[in-house]
Nanobody
Framework: QLQASGGGLVQAGGSLRLSCAASGRTISIYIIGWFRQAPGKEREFVGA????????LYSDSVKGRFAMSRDDTKNTVFLQMNTLKPEDTAIYYC??????????????WGQGTLVTVSS
C-alpha cells in the first residue's frame, strides 16, 4: 500500500514536502515514481527514485527545484518541492514499480495529494 500526503496550498516561490509511505510487500519495490495530473491535462512523470535511494531521475520541468529522498527506517519516500510555480498545481501521485527502470508501467498506485500554488 502507498500513502501520499503533504499536499496543500502554497504561494509561488514557496516549498512543500510530499511523503509517500509504503507498507506491506515493500521487498518487491524497485522504484518509487512521482507523477502529477493538472486539471484538463494528462498525467505527467515528475521523477523517480530507486528504492535503495541511490539514484534518481527528474523530469526537465522540475529538475533543480524538486528533490527526492528516502527514509529507510520509515519506508517513506519524500518529494521536496522548492521554488514552486503556479504550473506545478496538480494532484501528485506516488507509484511503485516492481522491476528496474524508471520509465514504463508502474505496478501499484497510491491515492493522490493535491498541491495548489497560488500566484
Amino acid at each position: 500500500q502507498l500513502q501520499a500526503s503533504g499536499g496543500g496550498l502554497v504561494q509561488a516561490g514557496g516549498s512543500l514536502r510530499l511523503s509517500c509511505a509504503a507498507s506491506g510487500r515493500t521487498i518487491s519495490i524497485y522504484i518509487i515514481g512521482w507523477f502529477r495530473q493538472a486539471p484538463g491535462k494528462e498525467r505527467e512523470f515528475v521523477g523517480a527514485i530507486r528504492w535503495n535511494g541511490r539514484s534518481t531521475l527528474y523530469s526537465d520541468s522540475v529538475k533543480g527545484r524538486f528533490a527526492m529522498s528516502r527514509d529507510d527506517t520509515k519506508n517513506t519516500v519524500f518529494l521536496q518541492m522548492n521554488t514552486l510555480k503556479p504550473e506545478d498545481t496538480a494532484i501528485y501521485y506516488c507509484a511503485a514499480r516492481f522491476r528496474l527502470g524508471y520509465i514504463g508501467d508502474y505496478d501499484y498506485w497510491g491515492q493522490g495529494t493535491l498541491v495548489t500554488v497560488s500566484s
